[in-house]
């Protein structure tokens, strides 16, 4: 048996104008303990503690500040600012799922407002998940971290799952085919592997993505500063809540076809670069500092590790040192004339010039074939999707139906399944 864990889709049903202010008011005080313990630079659970336990919301959602904060303010996100799209978290026991197969709409989710108050509201699910959905609610799956967010007017809950699987005869490192995925501000991503015959085939590069994603990240930056110099902070908030879902939505549309690239290879094993490394040699600069501080190496990594979770294609990590400097072919150090072209040093080397990021994925990928590779587990330990995590600040409640006076704004909801 092999223990799996899987991210379950949740859309809510049009959530009344009340629940709807609780939401928003749930998400506008996360975002403000998120921002000031950030700020403050909590750097451990105790110090985050200090700062969260003053704002009006859930246990739930303070015990996952606690634990999320002191990751931002180490080694996993290194912007100077902290932008508006973190979702609001809550740990393994915030939210409840209740299911009524009877119903038109079957699920209902109970999402923590704050202390002793809560809001059970019907929710839709991604019909392939149904299974795991079905496995939560037996108890046969341990449900994890929520993460409750908007986008659109549309409000949606994403829920880790953890559940043993039946295991597959799964394929030796020297059968793996290592693809190696180099993520950059040129190309955003580019993924390349070698055929038998030790070919670099099949390269793939999401240029013109890079280039939206360069874009709308000058218009934030500079409609940011024209208007807080007008003094329009509400108006440059919302800007950059618009421009950064949209952003976001490249990130997800591009890990989704890395990994369908994957799937289209046999035996496959993405391999990354290690963010440690990256972050440690990453100095080049006050300004360019700030835009590759500030690009999304850390979500581009981990949509692509859960997605491939999710499609059951592993994840590698090498030390990304030289990766970029050195020749696929001969091994020798080279130099980029221009942004995207890589020039051997070495005048034997057939290779001459070669596309730059084509010739950084390749060197990925061989790293990890040289042996040269660790999970990421053996880095970081990996806190289990059903541990006992959080305070229990909830009241328990038997049906589906909000606590205090939302339970009498209960609403009924429509019958199709909602896109």
């Known amino acids: 048996m092999t223990e799996l864990t899987k991210t379950l889709e949740l859309k809510l049903v049009d959530p009344n104008v009340h629940k709807r202010q609780k939401l928003r008011e749930t998400r506008n005080a996360y975002q403000q303990a998120l921002q000031a313990a950030f700020a403050a630079g909590c750097d451990t659970q105790s110090a985050a503690n200090d700062v969260v336990v003053e704002y009006d919301l859930s246990g739930y959602a303070k015990n996952a500040l606690k634990k999320y904060v002191p990751q931002l303010c180490g080694t996993s996100y290194d912007a100077n600012e902290l932008h508006d799209d973190h979702p609001v978290r809550f740990t393994n026991e915030g939210l409840q799922l209740d299911h009524q197969p009877q119903n038109a709409v079957e699920w209902y989710v109970k999402i923590p407002h704050h202390e002793d108050y809560h809001l059970w509201i019907p929710a839709r699910a991604n019909p392939d998940q149904r299974e795991w959905l079905e496995a939560v609610s037996a108890d046969d799956a341990e449900m994890g971290e929520s993460r409750l967010f908007e986008r659109d007017g549309t409000w949606y809950l994403h829920v880790s799952a953890t559940r043993n699987v039946e295991d597959k005869c799964e394929a030796s490192t020297d059968e793996r085919t290592p693809i190696g995925v180099d993520i950059g501000e040129a190309s955003l991503v580019t993924v390349c592997h070698r055929a038998e015959s030790g070919s670099p085939v099949r390269p793939r590069l999401w240029a013109d993505d890079g280039k939206a994603v360069r874009r709308l990240r000058k218009i934030f930056f500079t409609a940011k500063r024209r208007l807080q110099k007008r003094g329009s902070e509400r108006i440059a908030e919302y800007y950059g809540d618009a421009l950064w879902d949209r952003i976001d939505d490249v990130f997800h549309r591009v890990t ?21 490394y990256i972050r440690e040699n990453m100095d080049y600069g006050e300004y360019m500092n700030r835009r590759l501080h500030g690009w999304g190496f850390a979500k581009l990594h981990a949509q692509i590790r859960y997605k491939a979770a999710e499609r059951g294609i ?31 040093s070495n005048d034997g080397c057939w290779v001459g010039e070669y596309q730059a990021d084509v010739n950084g994925a390749i060197n990925i990928a061989d790293r990890y074939r040289s042996g040269e590779s660790h999970r990421r587990s053996d880095r970081t330990s990996r806190q289990k999707a059903g541990d006992d995590d959080s305070a229990t600040d909830g009241a328990s409640l038997t049906g589906p139906q909000d606590s205090q006076a939302d339970a009498e704004n209960q609403q009924t909801t429509p019958g199709t399944y909602a896109s």
Request: proline share 8%.
């Open 314 to 344: 592993p994840v590698e990590t090498v030390n990304p040192r030289n990766t970029s400097k050195a020749c696929h072919a001969c091994g020798e150090h080279g130099y980029r004339p221009r942004q995207a072209t890589f020039k051997c």
């Open 256 to 276: 989704s076809e890395v990994v369908e690239y994957a799937e289209s290879v046999e035996n496959p094993v993405l391999v990354l670069e290690d963010l440690t």
